[in-house]
């Protein structure tokens, strides 16, 4: 399934098989979860990086071809493909322990090909070993929703409480690990949404409701999930002194103006950008551990553009996964 230009649907296409370089892979996509940055993509939020695109990079598959020098990953390894897709080594990022902001950094679905296809191609250093206790479909949403949550639970550092505010996939995912490690959870949704309190509330928050109405007490931080500006402002609002507000986001709409006053008491705004290999392998590994259910709504691979209608009305319960054509 091709972007060819955003604001476009996706097509529909034959492409030729891709062949693998050196040091690449080729995988057969089992499963790809759709991201919201799929959207910020295909409507054209972010800058454009290659056209036309195959989207997608919550990719499960195996590995079916190796190219000259890839040894690590054997034909018949199970694997994930994520949205880091190679970076330099050189910069002052990637010699930092912060490739996740290397200044020449290639991204799968939207430098590279992605994953709303049969066939995909990685570097096999930048692949994820997937762990046994999940199939395809189940691990996809890991890939992306679960890691860049994990990353913004982390960037909060140790908090007793932290609100989520949308609770989409990655919340869904970033919840279950929240409840397993002993903090208390307030979910956040759009307001009037009961059922999707009340499944908040089944993974494990301790309390519910209306981004309009703001948590019942202060909490230590607050993950903004949904890409809307004004809720970096309420939910500064509503954390402690010393806490922190992190946008998990890749784009958001702009953030209001807001008095000193809710920033002052050592309060602090952050975002998290993209994830590191390291990020990968700690979601692996923690996912099991906390026992993590990803909840998903199947869709066949050309039924792509159903699936990020259904992201951009708020109409998933959980995480939406592509898997082969019908």
């Not at 954390?239 to 953030?255: E, K, L, N, W, Y």
Request: charged content about 25%.
């Amino acid at each position: 399934m091709v972007l060819a230009r955003p604001g476009m649907p996706l097509e529909r296409r034959e492409l030729p098989d891709p062949e693998p370089g050196p040091g690449e892979v080729l995988v057969r996509v089992r499963a790809c979860g759709v991201c919201r940055t799929d959207l910020h993509i295909a409507d054209g939020d972010l800058p454009e990086h290659r056209l036309p695109l195959v989207p997608g990079h919550q990719v499960a598959g195996e590995v079916v071809a190796a190219g000259e020098g890839a040894e690590r990953l054997p034909p018949g390894a199970r694997v994930g493909i994520p949205w880091l897709a190679w970076t330099c080594g050189e910069c002052r990022y990637c010699t930092t322990g912060r490739e996740n902001l290397c200044e020449r950094g290639h991204f799968t679905g939207y430098d590279r090909d992605g994953g709303y296809a049969e066939l995909a191609v990685a570097d096999e250093r930048y692949c994820l070993p997937l762990p046994e206790q999940y199939s395809d479909v189940e691990v996809a949403p890991l890939l992306c929703a679960g890691l860049i949550g994990l990353r913004a639970l982390r960037a909060c550092g140790d908090p007793a409480e932290v609100g989520l505010y949308g609770f989409g996939s990655s919340a869904h995912i970033v919840c279950q690990i929240a409840a397993h490690e002993g903090r208390r959870v307030f979910a956040l949704t759009r307001p009037g949404d009961a059922g999707g309190q009340a499944f908040a509330r089944e993974l494990g928050a301790q309390w519910a409701g209306g981004s309009d109405e703001g948590p019942p007490e202060p909490i230590e931080a607050a993950i903004v999930f949904a890409p809307a500006g004004e809720l970096m402002t309420a939910a500064l609002r509503a954390v402690a002194p010393g806490g922190t507000v992190v946008s998990a986001g890749i784009h958001m709409t702009d953030i209001p103006s807001f008095r000193y006053a809710d920033l002052w008491g050592e309060r602090s705004m952050r975002s998290v950008a993209n994830l590191t290999r390291a990020d990968g392998a700690e979601m692996m590994r923690v996912a099991p551990e906390a026992g993590v259910r990803t909840h998903v709504e199947r869709y066949a691979l050309e039924e792509a553009g159903t699936a990020l209608e259904a992201l951009r009305r708020g109409n998933l319960k959980g995480s939406a996964v592509l898997t082969a054509f019908d």
